[in-house]
């Protein structure tokens, strides 16, 4: 009986043991961890020293300053506060430098791989190949119009951001992808442009959270699995573009055609690449080059957009003199062109002033590759990571004659204002300044001169839009105007 007992009772002991001993090992690389942690942050607060912050909590940062939905403002008395730069802790191992003046190092950091694809996509962007996509930004503008003017027969508001991102999602697929039809009615067009608007949203808000860094952690949250549904959607976007585009160039008519061309669009560049080992471009950065400028290239515009207007909606003095302006050349019923586009330095500056205020991406990131010293002798090491060029707080130290810097002056980009180069950096600056700033500027200019031509803008007094900070410059409640059609 004894020895029975004793037999039942050893794999007991063994389990034990293990369980002890797997305990302890845990204990230990917990331990390991919270060391590694400390020693960071303690890298971090040596890193930073120079540039002093708001008063942060050791685990939780600055958190408690951004949960009021006033982030912007935040960022405001930062810049008038703390000159220069300022460290922001997301959470104690964390932390993100804010710079208001900038170090001109920061904007000319990278790599062999960026370098190689940046050399291979700038002729997308020649002005030989921007001139005839006025014509095709003009009829997508046209198309939104027109389904504004049937929908003020219901309601003469009208909540413009989502219409504005299908326009210029309809602009890009046309322009950059050779993807023809309207896709302002299009329910995969639709459907892409939510998938995008989740990510923005679920993007932001799992930076700020301590908790969901590791991705196998986060995709068991219900968070992460909305961003992996939305990745998905937006990647079967992608795949039927180029899918697409592929049978396409299959036919030797259109594949003649294609070679015969002086200059390639984006897609046709990214099929026809050949990287320096002589292979082209795989499946993987295929795929990863369309995502990112189909994002880039259709929500940075739209915000754009959807900003000017509300900005000149707000300012109806300037919204006049630009149509004013717009119908000096476009009046009689002409169709607008390349050339026009250069012909309208007022509303250039309107434009130029929206973005000051309301830049599209409103910050931009980096690392340090080297070790960089600010214009006034501080100085960050190499390492420093996840370093935030926070444009809109940048755009708001933008100097003007005598005026307050949250007043809407187009003057501040009058021909004859003096300005650094650097003061006002709506798509970046430097070496890996926005490759298609170009395009953007034109389908600004087009998506603003023709609106102005057929309607008279004012702002919804009772749905002011709240600036909310996100991928892109968004509003947490939408933009809402009240629209009324010209005769």
Not at 114 to 139: G, S
Not at 186 to 202: E, F, G, K
Not at 319 to 347: F, K, N, V
């Amino acid at each position: 009986m004894s020895v029975s007992v004793l037999s039942l009772t050893r794999p007991l002991d063994t389990v034990s043991g293990l369980l002890q001993l797997a305990s302890l090992l845990g204990l230990a690389l917990l331990l390991l961890k919270a060391a590694q942690l400390y020693q960071h942050r303690q890298w971090l607060l040596k890193a930073v020293q120079q540039f002093p912050s708001p008063p942060s909590h050791w685990f939780f940062g600055h958190k408690q300053e951004f949960q009021t939905g006033q982030e912007l403002q935040v960022f405001q008395k930062w810049t008038e506060k703390y000159p220069c730069a300022c460290p922001r802790w997301l959470w104690g191992s964390r932390v993100s430098l804010v710079p208001f003046p900038l170090g001109y190092g920061l904007l000319l950091l990278h790599g062999e791989t960026w370098f190689q694809h940046r050399r291979m996509l700038t002729p997308a962007f020649h002005y030989d190949i921007l001139k005839p996509y006025v014509r095709l930004m003009a009829d997508s503008v046209q198309v939104m119009l027109d389904k504004w003017e049937e929908l003020l027969t219901q309601n003469s508001h009208l909540e413009i951001f989502e219409h504005v991102s299908l326009m210029t999602l309809d602009t890009i697929m046309k322009c950059a992808f050779s993807y023809q039809g309207n896709h302002q009615a299009d329910r995969n067009s639709q459907a892409y442009i939510q998938a995008i608007r989740d990510m923005n949203n679920l993007v932001f808000a799992r930076v700020r959270n301590v908790f969901y860094q590791k991705d196998i952690f986060y995709g068991l949250t219900s968070e992460g699995r909305r961003n992996h549904k939305a990745r998905q959607i937006a990647h079967q976007h992608t795949d039927r573009v180029i899918k697409l585009r592929k049978a396409q160039l299959q036919d030797e008519g259109e594949l003649e055609k294609v070679r015969n061309k002086r200059h390639l669009d984006f897609l046709d560049i990214l099929l026809f690449a050949k990287m320096e080992n002589g292979k082209g471009l795989s499946d993987k950065d295929l795929r990863a080059e369309v995502d990112t400028f189909m994002f880039e290239g259709h929500d940075t515009t739209a915000s754009g957009i959807s900003w000017i207007l509300y900005a000149l909606a707000t300012h109806p003095e300037h919204q006049q003199r630009c149509r004013e302006e717009i119908q000096s050349l476009l009046g009689d019923g002409a169709s607008i062109t390349w050339e026009h586009l250069d012909q309208m330095p007022y509303t250039t500056m309107c434009i130029k002033e929206a973005l000051r205020l309301y830049p599209p991406v409103p910050g931009v990131g980096r690392e340090l590759s080297k070790p960089i010293t600010f214009p006034d002798g501080r100085s960050l090491p190499k390492g420093m990571a996840f370093t935030t060029l926070t444009l809109l707080a940048l755009n708001h130290t933008y100097p003007g004659p005598g005026v307050p810097l949250q007043v809407f002056d187009p003057s501040r980009f009058a021909p004859d204002a003096s300005r650094h180069s650097h003061a006002f950096l709506p798509f970046s600056g430097g070496s890996r300044n926005c490759i298609g700033k170009h395009f953007a500027m034109n389908e600004l200019k087009v998506a603003v001169a023709l609106t102005l031509l057929r309607f008279e803008l004012a702002p919804d007094p009772f749905k002011i839009p709240v600036p909310t900070p996100r991928i892109v410059l968004m509003s947490k409640n939408g933009i809402h105007l009240h629209l009324r059609k010209l005769l």
